[in-house]
């Protein structure tokens, strides 16, 4: 029988975190994974769209193998995540996914990954339709009973909310950007935002929906959020592109087609200014990361924020609401 994978079950973004019979846990800064291994086979490692990770991560693969039974069905939940002295470093995760052969090799000896698992989803049976509650419990018996170690790590988890709000403020140092809410009695619901994230907000996510400069050499960018009514709105643009982020970008930018949601629009060179930017716009599909200050006004930042990096692990729907 085929072991059947099933989607992965998503977070609503909020801006507290939500009171009463819930557990907590860490939310990393990582790539969402999914751990496959079916009775007897080797593992494979699937991304939340279901893209194979397991060449870039066969360190984790690896080990999965080693430590897990294998005699059973077994589907892990859970984030890659690599670290650079003390802190996660998204960047350095990224590289795996282009790297091939002796680059690999030593990118996997240089920079290790990790595997924080923090759900299970199949171990001998199937177990979607079980409560967080019941899952959780059967993974910390797995991490105990095993002795599982680094590279596999179990995902901290507290059902008090105060301690969870103190996490998000004392582990932000090393990259862990807030926590994410999951109801005790709930079931794993594939592809449904039934979990709750708030981050500790000093970056933000928004779409990249127009660019200064030309596709194939952008220079800035145009940020934007979709609002209640499904209407993409400007939410600020940045000032000149770092090399590294600029040429990432020109690589993953299509033009826009005609039905562009800013189509016809022009936009100020600065807030107030009349001067309008020269801008080209572009298929409004690539998230990114970004820094700005707390003048926000309506859902814009007012002063010229700082593009960090594109969020290859995000879509358009992963990003807060214009004005949140």
């Known amino acids: 029988m085929v072991l059947r994978v099933p989607q992965v079950m998503l977070a609503r973004a909020a801006d507290v975190l939500p009171d009463g019979p819930y557990a907590y846990e860490a939310k990393w800064d990582g790539f969402r994974c999914l751990a496959v291994r079916p009775a007897g086979g080797r593992t494979r490692l699937l991304s939340r769209k279901g893209t ?102 179990l995902c901290p988890m507290t059902l008090n909310r ?27 619901e594939e592809d449904r ?58 690589e993953r930018l299509v033009p826009a087609a005609d039905d562009h949601p800013w189509a016809g629009y022009t936009f100020s060179a600065a807030w107030g200014a009349r001067e309008a930017l020269h801008t080209t716009l572009v298929m409004p599909e690539i998230v990114a990361e970004f820094s700005g200050d707390t003048a926000v006004d309506q859902g814009r930042w007012r002063h010229p924020v700082r593009l960090l990096r594109l969020r290859v692990d995000l879509e358009p729907a992963d990003v807060p609401a214009f004005g949140s």
């Open 52 to 153: 194979d990770l397991t060449r870039a991560f066969s360190d984790v693969a690896a080990a999965v193998d080693r430590d897990l039974p294998g005699d059973q069905d077994e589907i892990l939940d859970g984030e890659l995540v690599v670290f650079a002295g003390q802190r996660l470093d998204f960047s350095r995760l990224q590289k795996r996914l282009s790297r091939r052969g002796a680059a690999l090799a030593r990118e996997i000896a240089e920079a290790p990954a990790h595997y924080v698992v923090f759900d299970v989803l199949a171990y001998g049976e199937g177990l979607t339709a079980f409560p967080y509650r019941r899952r959780r419990d059967l993974l910390e018996h797995v991490f105990r009973d095993l002795a599982l170690g680094p590279p596999l790590t």
């Open 162 to 188: 105060a301690e969870a709000q103190t996490w998000m403020t004392e582990w932000a140092a090393v990259g862990i950007e807030g926590c994410v809410a999951k109801a005790l009695s709930q079931r794993y």
């Open 193 to 250: 935002r039934g979990w709750t994230k708030v981050r500790q907000r000093t970056t933000h996510e928004a779409i990249v929906g127009a660019v200064t400069g030309t596709v194939r050499r952008p220079a800035g960018v145009l940020l934007g959020r979709y609002d209640s009514r499904g209407r993409l709105r400007y939410a600020g643009r940045s000032v000149p592109l770092a090399t590294e982020v600029r040429e990432d970008l020109a």
